[in-house]
């Protein structure tokens, strides 16, 4: 016969989390497999990808513009690229094997430059 179901009283308490916001404290950046590339001249400063980044990978300004993508917590899921509405996208994602080596710039001029 199977075990007796504990109440909800009766159950151990497990896992507590103390440090609301905590995952600011850990650097995620490095699981990506991709990464957002994020073109400036085109960006109409919506904030769609900050709104929909479940990462809170995008920097925003004094202003509350775009600022640019934090890196260090960008997991590469490229929501923010599927939310962007702006015609041509403001962001797009890359391989990061494709991107090693090369800068910010120079990636910008190879894929919004097409």
Known sequence: MADKLLNWNEVLIGATIKDPGN????ETGSW?????IWNPD???NCMFC???CPDSAIKVDEKGNMAG?????CKGCGICVEQCP???KS???I???NAKNKTEEDLRKELFSK
């Open 23 to 26: 995952s600011k404290n850990y």
């Open 32 to 36: 990506r497999v991709e990464k957002p």
């Open 42 to 44: 085109t960006c109409i």
């Open 50 to 52: 900050w709104v929909y």
């Open 69 to 73: 993508i934090d890196y260090d917590h």
């Open 86 to 88: 702006s015609k041509p």
């Open 91 to 93: 962001l797009a994602m």
């Open 95 to 97: 391989l990061e094997a």
